[in-house]
Each structure stands twice: as structure tokens, then as C-alpha cells.
């Protein structure tokens, strides 16, 4: 599995970096995934991650990687399925920020219960929704950085296609996609992390 992810990854990257719509755009989309993956080498071996957890990363890091090479405005498939659902914008940045939220809230899992940071499953869920509007929060706050220092360079990084309620919708989708993950995944979690916990 390890090295059919690095492969997923690698090859995922290189073509995400051949000609992508424009190269700042590209450097910011694809920058947390480069950033996520220099942690896991990091920690692989002091803090190993259930293999759950690891496929959702990658899965996460491929969506950032489609983003940065067309940005999020303009990703083919979405713009097909535009007139089927009669969006008037490409809603692709609605997945990423999705994503946002159901992937870090099985890390935020992950890390609360092998630390025995919070024992009882409703505050630990409470904690990892708070953790996820937390950080979907600061990340519309840095893209509001990145957009006053860039000016209107930043729009393609922003991605707001002129929607005013960019900004609250992007963290309802990261808050939908926490609480669906907490929903579904836990007990697929549960016996991985059962399982890790045997093997070490």
C-alpha cells in the first residue's frame, strides 16, 4: 500500500505541475498537500496512521493537486456537470472545502483517542467538529491574506466566482463534511485503530 500511494501521489503531483492554469495558483492549492506529505515522512514511524486515515489523506491531497492545475474555478468535469444540475458556477472548491472537513476529523479522531485526550465519544465529537470550523475558519482567513496582498491576482486562488456567500458556504460544506464523517466512519476507525494498537 505504501508504495502504491507514493505512486498516487507523485505521479498526481507531476502532472498537476505540467502547465496548470498558472503557476502562483498552483503553488498555493498544492502547497498544504506538499506540506502534508513532508509530515507523514516526518511522523511515519514515531505516530504511524491507520491505513483509513492515510488513503483519506491522499484522496485529499488529490483534490488540492486537480485544483491547483486548473484552480478551482474551472476543473472540466465540474463545468459539464453545470447545465445537468443548473449551477451557474463550477462548484469544485465546494468538494475541497468538504474535504476540509471530513478528512481532518478523522485525524482530529485519530490523534484524541490515541493521546486519551478526551475519553467520551460526544465531547470528542464536539471537539472535532470545533477543531474543523476552527481551522475551516482560519483558512478563509489566510485566503483573505493571500487576497490583500495579491490583489486581484488572488481571484483565481479565491475561487469566489462572484458568489457573495463564499466565504459561509465554504465553511458549511467543511462542517457538513466533518459531521458526515463522523457519521459514517467510526467504526471502520475503531477496529484500524484496534488493529494498530495490536501491531505496536
Request: some cysteine; charged content about 15%; aromatic content about 12%.
Amino acid at each position: 500500500m505504501k508504495y502504491a500511494w507514493l505512486a498516487i501521489f507523485s505521479l498526481t503531483l507531476l502532472w498537476s505541475g505540467i502547465r496548470p492554469h498558472d503557476y502562483p495558483t498552483w503553488a498555493l492549492e498544492v502547497a498544504p498537500a506538499v506540506i502534508g506529505f513532508i509530515l507523514l515522512v516526518v511522523t511515519r514511524h514515531s505516530f504511524p496512521l491507520t491505513p483509513l486515515l492515510y488513503s483519506l489523506i491522499l484522496l485529499h491531497c488529490v483534490v488540492l493537486m486537480v485544483g491547483g492545475h486548473y484552480t478551482y474555478a474551472r476543473v472540466p468535469l465540474v463545468e459539464e456537470l453545470n447545465p445537468l444540475f443548473g449551477w451557474e458556477r463550477n462548484n469544485y472548491d465546494k468538494l475541497g472545502h468538504f474535504m476540509q472537513g471530513f478528512v481532518p476529523a478523522i485525524l482530529a479522531r485519530e490523534i484524541l483517542i490515541r493521546k486519551a485526550v478526551v475519553s467520551s465519544p460526544g465531547w470528542r465529537n464536539l471537539f472535532i467538529i470545533s477543531v474543523c470550523l476552527g481551522f475551516s475558519a482560519f483558512y478563509e482567513l489566510l485566503e483573505w491574506a493571500v487576497a490583500i496582498a495579491a490583489g486581484a491576482s488572488s481571484e483565481a486562488f479565491l475561487a469566489t466566482q462572484g458568489y457573495e456567500w463564499d466565504t459561509q458556504s465554504d465553511m458549511a460544506m467543511a462542517l457538513l463534511g466533518c459531521v458526515a464523517a463522523l457519521l459514517l466512519l467510526p467504526g471502520t476507525h475503531d477496529r484500524q485503530l484496534g488493529k494498530l494498537a495490536d501491531s505496536r
